[in-house]
Nanobody
């Protein structure tokens, strides 16, 4: 069974940092590109960052320079290091896997095949 399990969310003050992790089943990790999306209350799900199998990374303009995406292929885990957090970063963050994004990262939610359950990130002002 395919599983994506996120962890690392929480409450932090503006300017602080958090690191999100997403552990994936082996079959997923070796064949898929990975992405992070977020959804705030009353808003649509939006792209945050994506990484291909080879390590090519795309970032949303809103997080570029503050967030860093990485993957540890040996641990079947991807990480999203979030620094200089802002209240507008508050959302549920979702990890996702895309077969189509294996070679080229994808910014498009409908191109993702599997999703995690989400982890809440709250940034207080």
């Amino acid at each position: 069974q395919v599983q994506l399990v996120e962890s690392g969310g929480g409450l932090v003050q503006a300017g602080g940092s958090l690191r999100l992790s997403c552990a994936a089943s082996g079959r997923i990790f070796s064949s898929y590109g990975m992405g992070w999306f977020r959804q705030a209350p009353g808003k649509e799900r939006e792209f945050v960052a994506a990484i291909s199998w080879s390590g090519v990374i795309y970032y949303a303009d809103s997080v570029k320079g503050r967030f860093t995406y990485s993957r540890d292929n040996a641990k079947n885990t991807v990480y999203l290091q979030m620094n200089s957090l802002k209240p507008e970063d508050t959302a549920v963050y979702y990890c996702a896997a895309s077969k189509k994004a294996y070679n080229r990262p994808s910014r498009t939610p409908y191109e993702y095949d599997y999703w995690g359950q989400g982890t809440q990130v709250t940034v207080s002002s």
